[in-house]
Each structure stands twice: as C-alpha cells, then as structure tokens.
C-alpha cells in the first residue's frame, strides 16, 4: 500500500513539473509574442515619424517655392515709375494686410517714446506716416496729429484711440509724405518712423523730406527712421528689394480672394524697401538752408535722424 502511494505522489510531482514547465513555456513565448509587438510598434512609429518629417519638409519647400514664385521680378523697379512702385508695392499692400499689421505692432520704440517724453507740453506734432497710431498716446500732454497714406492703417488708428475720439478718426488725416495737406510751419515738431524707406526715387526721397522740413516750424525737430542696409542679419544683396508679407487666414477677406497664397493659407504679398546705408539719410538735407542733423545712430537695424531748423530772426 506505502509503495502504491509513494508511485502515486510521484505521478502528482511529476504533472506538478510538467505543468510548471508549461507555464514557464508559455510565458516565454508571450514574452516574446509582447517583444515583437512592441518591436513592431516602435518600427510603425519611427516609420510614422519619418514620414511626418518628409511631409513637413516637403510643405515647408513648397511655401518657400510659393513665396519664391509670388515676389515680384527685380527688373520691375527699373520698369515701373516710382510712383507706381509705391501704390502697388507699398500703399495697395498696406490696405490689404492693415488688420494684421496692426496686430503685430503694439510697442512703441524706446527712443522714439523718449523723443515724444521730452518734447515740450502743448507742442503740436505730426506723426507722419503713423500706421496704426501707436505713438499717437505716447505723451498725452502733446497735441498729436497723424497723417498716413493707407485708408486701411488709418481706420485700425481711429479704432485703437483711447477716450472720446475712439473711432471717430479725429486727428487722422489721409496724406502721402511727399504732398502733405498742410501749411508751412503748422507743426511744432514731427516725426516720421519707418516709412521714408518706401519712397522709391532718390529724388523723391529728398524732396519728401523737404516736405516734412516745410510743415515744422522754424527751431522745431524731425525724427526720421529708416531700416538699415548694414543690418546683421540682412537675407538681401541689394538697398532696393521687396519684402514678403504672409497674410494669416483669419485676417483675409473676399479682397484677398485672388491673391497668390503658399500651402498653410497665407496670402503672400510684398511690400518695396530702400535700405539706407550709413549717412545717406543724414545728406538728404544737404543744400537745405537753416536745416542741421543734430543726432544720428544707428540703433534696432535702423538709422535714426533728428533734424532741427534754424529759429526765426529775432
């Protein structure tokens, strides 16, 4: 009877091991079933990734060959007056993309902001050239006037005014630098930030700050900015050139319906630059009587020019 039972304990140990083993079998081979999926599912990701990488490069090569196609041909500026450079290169794109640029400027610049700080309380002043206004409240003890050629950069100025103006246009007046609509004197200081460099003729460029001189009246100042050629990280060769401006989907209209536009929606237009080098800007007065440069550096990638005319005779 003992020896039957120890035969029949050792049967049990043996299907005990059997089972054991078993186990151990199948677990190695789960083990390795889970490797290979996890093998696979890194490899679909990586494939995944690669393909993601391609796609956006691919796209990426795709806006720069739109925006490559929609610039407008360096031989145009030698084709083109350059009155009609300016409608179209400056004035038409600055009405189409007027919401988005104003978007995008809401600082003023330091020196700027300390020019109109230090300017005398009750002067009239002339923003010329005033985008959307943003210099327009930057000392309210002057009496600011802001004139600009774009209809569209002048309806963003009227809506961002702050007090009882606010959307009125008060103090807003359509005029291109060159033919300003006001009389000799009628400012007590003026200035004019980033828009002489859209002035495509020399010849024009001087007469038109000939214009501005014409509206300070005598012991007043002009402050004039303009981008810089030297700039470090310039991406053109030449001081005439068009700049691109991609206009984002949530700012386009049915105006903007026809217009070349790259992979992500934007609209590409371009705006016309002279990128002034070292002491042109300051010689654009030379000849001018009773008209002197009294500051002029370069600061941010431009040049920054205040000009004084001489007081009247005592």
Known sequence: MAAKTRICFAHLEADVHLDRSSERAQRIVAGRAAAAERAAAAAKAKAEAAAAAAAAAAKAEAAAAAVEAAAPRSEELDE????????????????????????????????????????????????????????????????????????????????????PTQGSGEGLVRAD??????RDGALDHAICIAALHHVREPSARRAAVAEMLRCVAPGGTL????????????????????????????FQGPQHADLPRDPTG????????????????????????GVDVVESRYDRDNWYVVFRKAPAPA
């Open 80 to 163: 083109l007056p350059g009155a009609e450079v300016e409608a179209v290169y400056v004035g038409d794109v600055y009405d189409a993309i007027a919401a988005h640029f104003s978007a995008t400027r809401h600082s003023g610049w330091p020196l700027v902001e300390a020019h109109l700080q230090a300017l005398p309380d009750g002067a009239v002043v002339g923003d010329i050239g005033c985008g959307n206004g943003k210099y327009m409240a930057c000392n309210r003890r002057l009496l600011m006037v802001g004139l600009d050629r774009s209809a569209g950069l002048l309806a963003e100025a009227a809506a961002a005014a702050v007090g």
């Open 177 to 182: 630098l060159k033919d300003l609509p006001l």
């Open 223 to 250: 402050l004039v900015t303009v981008w810089a050629f030297e700039q470090e990280a310039r991406t053109f060769d030449g001081q005439d050139t068009f700049v691109p401006w991609k206009l984002a989907p949530r």
């Open 266 to 289: 934007n609209v590409i237009l371009y705006r016309y630059y002279h990128l002034f080098r070292a002491g042109e800007l300051d010689a654009l007065v030379d000849g001018l009587d």
